[in-house]
């Protein structure tokens, strides 16, 4: 979690200001306003690396907005059984979308009010939020994918609608609660216990149960005996598996990594400090766009149903002349031209009936 060193690390200070009267200020200031003028040091100290990082940013929202727009649109309008994984995974998507909402906010507090610490807050409150309500809610996908293809029977009580509600509740109070408080911790001192703590609980404990269940669910592919299902879902199980653990890998851990770094030797460079920091920020923005890999291993039919939406889409704008070609084969009977003459809810009949339970 955020952590700043003595020597204000990640403080911005005046140009005129002295080490001494930068820490003197440091303890008087939450960690929210430090965040908040971030932006600012970096823009003075590497305006180029600013500019290629807000270069950055900006395809991630229109990427996260795009892929996980579509997403909510599959999950929530044309998926009729929510499963628990479903469940989870909405709420994922609402978290990408509200990361991915959150960096307009960041290029107009800079542009427009630079300096205004509320205007900040939607930016840094929904950066922190949606990195806390991820790693969870990855988890939690995790977790009931390994439940459903390892232990199908023994969990069918734990992997009901009502308990992945519960759970969903329960994540977003969790990080909400986390990030309001870490937010409001006072700048400075040596956090050391509070930031290997909130990295052991936040980070290492979900990467640990993620890591665990990927092997089992390889051991269990190596043992054909041990399952019913089909080869093809274990597959895909062990797929997702393996894809939440390399977000985990690509988008976290920098940002965490960084963050013990500063906790044990709080006297790195300031320059240094603010770069990592950045760049860590930048890496784990993009979990909202690799999330939606995510999303092709939760049921079977999405895939299919973005296929149909696209196709059907596609087919709106076809020449005249095509249409008259397509009613030329439809008339011999093409399947084909059948399949685009369906209506929406032909795409959702597999999702109907076959997502993952």
Avoid at 111 to 122: D, E, K, N, Q, V
Avoid at 191 to 216: D, H, K, N, Q
Wanted: aromatic fraction near 10%; include cysteine; hydrophobic fraction near 45%.
């Amino acid at each position: 979690m955020p952590s700043v060193s003595p020597a204000g690390s990640w403080a911005p200070a005046a140009p005129n200001t002295t080490a001494a009267e930068a820490n003197i200020s440091m303890p008087e200031k939450p960690l929210f306003h430090v965040f908040a003028r971030l932006d600012e040091e970096l823009h003075a100290a590497f305006p180029g690396l600013w500019l290629a990082l807000m270069v950055v940013h900006g395809v991630i929202f229109l990427a996260g907005l795009v892929l996980n727009g579509l997403a909510l649109y599959v999950f929530c309008c044309r998926t009729q059984a929510k499963t628990p994984s479903v469940i989870y995974t909405i709420n994922l998507v609402v978290t990408d979308l509200l990361v991915g909402l959150s960096l307009p906010t960041r290029f107009a507090v800079f542009y427009g009010t630079r300096g205004c610490l509320r205007c900040a807050f939607p930016h840094v409150f929904g950066y922190f939020l949606n990195m806390h309500c991820s790693i969870l809610f990855l988890t939690c996908i995790c977790v009931d994918r390994y439940l459903a293809i390892v232990q199908p029977d023994g969990s069918r009580r734990w992997r009901q609608p009502a308990c992945a509600r519960a759970a969903c509740a329960f994540v977003w109070l969790a990080a909400g609660t986390v990030t309001l408080s870490v937010l409001g911790v006072t700048a400075g001192g040596r956090p050391c216990c509070r930031v290997f703590a909130l990295t052991v609980l936040e980070f290492l404990l979900p990467l640990l149960v993620i890591s665990v269940f990927t092997g089992r669910i390889v051991c269990a592919l190596s043992r054909p005996g041990l399952l019913r299902q089909g080869r093809q879902r274990r597959v895909r199980a062990m797929q997702l598996l393996l894809t939440v653990l390399i977000i985990f890998l690509v988008c976290f851990t920098p940002f965490h990594a960084r963050q013990v770094a500063v906790a044990l030797w709080p006297d790195v460079p300031r320059h240094a400090s603010l770069v990592a920091y950045h760049v860590a920020v930048t890496l784990s923005s993009l979990n909202s766009c690799m999330d939606p890999i995510v999303y092709c291993f939760v049921t079977s039919g999405f895939q299919t149903t973005v296929r149909g939406l696209l196709r059907r889409h596609g087919a709106r704008y076809e020449p005249n002349s095509s249409n008259m070609v397509s009613m030329h084969k439809s008339s011999r009977g093409s399947g084909h031209n059948h399949i685009l003459g369906a209506s929406p809810s032909t795409f959702t009949q597999d999702l109907a009936n076959g997502p993952d339970t």
